[in-house]
């Protein structure tokens, strides 16, 4: 997966499931590679100087288990994430009464990509 399109999934996680009511870009940002948003939901031209980056949960298992992972617990879902023995990373998550929304990745990437794809098949699934 390249980095525009892990900033791609980044923005989606942030805006369709984190809650992010808005994504802005910087004026020097031809290339939208720094999505960034407002924490306290102002608008951009009074606040842009509180303006922070998404996180980048992609990268970061953290930003995924302290900004996903509660998200999915209060929507009553749960995860589990990790390796296999062969060195792939693998995400699932559980819907109850539903069919589960799973992905397992190749060895080359990283769990918290997989847990962020299991993210975005959820989201697909349920329409959000």
């Given at each position: 997966?390249?980095?525009?399109?892990?900033?791609?999934?980044?923005?989606?996680?942030?805006?369709h499931?984190?809650?992010?009511k808005?994504i802005?870009?910087?004026?020097?940002?031809?290339?939208?590679?720094?999505?960034?948003?407002?924490?306290?939901?102002?608008?951009?031209?009074?606040?842009?100087?509180?303006?922070?980056?998404?996180?980048?949960?992609?990268?970061?298992?953290?930003?995924?288990?302290?900004?996903l992972?509660?998200?999915l617990?209060?929507?009553?879902?749960?995860?589990?994430?990790?390796?296999?023995?062969?060195?792939?990373?693998?995400?699932?998550?559980?819907?109850?009464?539903?069919?589960?929304?799973?992905?397992?990745?190749?060895h080359?990437?990283?769990?918290?990509?997989?847990?962020?794809?299991?993210?975005?098949?959820?989201?697909?699934?349920?329409?959000?």
């Amino acid at each position: 997966m390249t980095d525009q399109e892990k900033r791609e999934l980044d923005v989606k996680l942030a805006t369709h499931f984190w809650g992010i009511k808005k994504i802005y870009y910087g004026e020097w940002d031809e290339d939208k590679s720094w999505p960034l948003y407002i924490p306290s939901g102002k608008p951009w031209r009074t606040h842009k100087i509180d303006a922070k980056p998404i996180p980048r949960f992609t990268d970061s298992l953290d930003a995924c288990f302290q900004l996903l992972v509660p998200k999915l617990m209060e929507l009553n879902k749960g995860a589990t994430v990790g390796q296999d023995k062969v060195g792939g990373s693998y995400a699932a998550i559980f819907v109850p009464f539903a069919e589960e929304c799973e992905i397992e990745i190749d060895h080359e990437e990283t769990v918290s990509l997989a847990l962020c794809l299991a993210v975005e098949q959820l989201i697909d699934k349920e329409g959000k």
